[in-house]
C-alpha cells in the first residue's frame, strides 16, 4: 500500500524547476521535498507528500481532516 502525507510547506529553495526543493512540516518533523511536481506551490501552501515528492497542493482544511484521520489511527484500539 503507498501513502501520501500531507504536510505545510516552509520554505523553498533553488530556481531551477526540476531541483526545487521546499522544506516541509509534518507535526514535529521537517523533511526537505522536491518540488518539480507542483510549480505553483508556495510557502504556507499544504501539499501531498509521496516517497519525497510533492504530488499535489491541498486545501488546508482537506489537508487538516486528513491528519486528524492519520493522528486517529495511531490512538490505542478501544480510545475514542
Known sequence: MCLAVPG???SIAGADPLAREGRVRFGGSVRR?????????CVGDYVLVHV??????VDPAEAARTLTLLERLEEPEGEP
Open 8 to 10: 505545510r510547506l516552509e
Open 33 to 41: 521535498v522536491n518540488l518539480a511536481y507542483v510549480p505553483e506551490a
Open 52 to 57: 519525497g515528492f510533492a504530488i499535489a497542493v
